[in-house]
């Protein structure tokens, strides 16, 4: 069983949108038989954090993992590009929504 990280586009939807593509997501990945870390279960929503505060808890929980899982809409999103590149330096899987786990 891997550890999966789910990435991908939050800032700019709907957050209920976004929500479900993640729980979307996160089914799916457990369906695959991995573990899912979903960045809405690891960083819940907070009037005093910002941006950089969700992406430093979602980062250090994406270096502790497998493998990415970048979900449709994933380039719109700058913290989700960042979480890429991040993946693909440190040798993580990378995998694309409807590709294979």
Request: charged letters at 25%.
């Amino acid at each position: 069983m891997k550890k999966i990280y789910i990435s991908g586009q939050i800032t700019g939807l709907p957050i209920e949108e976004a929500k479900k593509n993640f729980m979307t997501a996160e089914k799916e990945i457990m369906e695959n038989g991995h573990k899912p870390i979903n960045p809405f279960r690891v960083s819940p929503f907070a009037t005093h954090k910002n941006w950089k505060d969700y992406m430093k808890d979602d980062i250090e929980a994406l270096i502790n993992c497998d493998g990415i899982y970048l979900i449709k809409g994933w380039s719109n999103s700058k913290g989700a590009r960042l979480e890429n590149v991040i993946a693909e330096s440190l040798g993580i899987d990378v995998y694309f929504n409807g590709g294979m786990l």
